[in-house]
C-alpha cells in the first residue's frame, strides 16, 4: 500500500517561531488532508489539498501532486498549536484514508 | 457544521465482552469509517462503509465486526473483547466519492480500555 512519512517526528518551537512540517507519499493521490489532534484527542481538519496552496489564519498548506510531498506552515507559533499533526492520503479511486504517524509539536511560552 | 457523535468517551470493559461503539453523523454522509489510533502507529483503519447496509474491510479487521443499518449511524462490535484491543476509537464520515470536495470529518473519540 500507499506509504506516509512525516518529518520532523518531534518538534519544540518557542512561542513566536515559525515551523514547516513535511509530508511525502509515495503514490499517485486523490485527496490529502491535514489534521490537527489536540491534547484532548479530537481530531480538526485544517486543511483539503491534494494540490496548491490554501491558507487559513496563521496556517497554510502546500501540496506538489507530481512530487508527492505536502508542507504544512505554522506562522508565528502559539501554545494553542501544541499537538499531533497528521497527514493523510487517498489513493484514486479507493475511498480510504492512509495516515501519516504524525508530527509531535509542543510550543512553549 | 459536521458533526459527528461517538456515544463515549471513555468506556472500561471486561475481557470476554461483546463491546458496542456507536457513531452518528448528521451530515447525510454516504461514507463512514472506524479507525483505532495507538502510540507511534499512527491511525490504522478497520472498517468502512460507502452505503446502508454495506462495509468493507480495512487494514486490520481481526476482532472487530460492523453494522450500518441507518445512513446515519455505523456501529463497530469487539465480538469477544481483549487486552490488545485496548486503544482510542475514532469514528469519520465523509461525503460520497466522486464528489469532488470530500474530506473527512471526525468525532471526539472514545477510549476504551479493556481490562
Known amino acids: 500500500g500507499i506509504q506516509v512519512e512525516q518529518s520532523p517526528p518531534d518538534l519544540i518551537l518557542q512561542e513566536g517561531a515559525n515551523s514547516t512540517l513535511r509530508c511525502n507519499f509515495s503514490d499517485s493521490v486523490n485527496n490529502l488532508q491535514w489534521f490537527h489532534q489536540n491534547p484532548w484527542g479530537q481530531l480538526i481538519n485544517l486543511f483539503y489539498i491534494p494540490s496548491g496552496t490554501k491558507q487559513n489564519g496563521r496556517l497554510s498548506a502546500t501540496t506538489v501532486a507530481t512530487e508527492r510531498y505536502s508542507l504544512l506552515y505554522i506562522s508565528s507559533s502559539q501554545t494553542t498549536d501544541s499537538g499531533v499533526y497528521f497527514c493523510?492520503?487517498?489513493?484514486?479511486?479507493?475511498?480510504?484514508?492512509?495516515f501519516g504517524k504524525g508530527n509531535q509539536v509542543v510550543v512553549i511560552p | 457544521d459536521v458533526k459527528v457523535t461517538q456515544s463515549s468517551r471513555y468506556l472500561v470493559k471486561r475481557t470476554g465482552e461483546k463491546v458496542f461503539l456507536e457513531c452518528v453523523q448528521d451530515?447525510?454522509?454516504?461514507?463512514m469509517f472506524w479507525y483505532r489510533q495507538d502510540p507511534g502507529l499512527g491511525l490504522r483503519l478497520i472498517y468502512f462503509s460507502y452505503d446502508v447496509k454495506m462495509k468493507e474491510k480495512g487494514d486490520i479487521p481481526e476482532g472487530y465486526s460492523v453494522s450500518r443499518e441507518k445512513k446515519e449511524r455505523f456501529s463497530l462490535i469487539l465480538e469477544s473483547a481483549s487486552t490488545n484491543q485496548t486503544s482510542m476509537y475514532l469514528c469519520?464520515?465523509?461525503?460520497?466519492?466522486?464528489?469532488?470536495?470530500?474530506?473527512?470529518?471526525f468525532g471526539d473519540g472514545t477510549r476504551l480500555s479493556i481490562l
Open positions: 451530515m447525510d454522509h454516504e461514507n
Open positions: 469519520a464520515s465523509s461525503p460520497r466519492a466522486g464528489s469532488g470536495y470530500q474530506p473527512q470529518h
Open positions: 493523510a492520503v487517498e489513493v484514486y479511486g479507493n475511498n480510504r484514508l492512509a
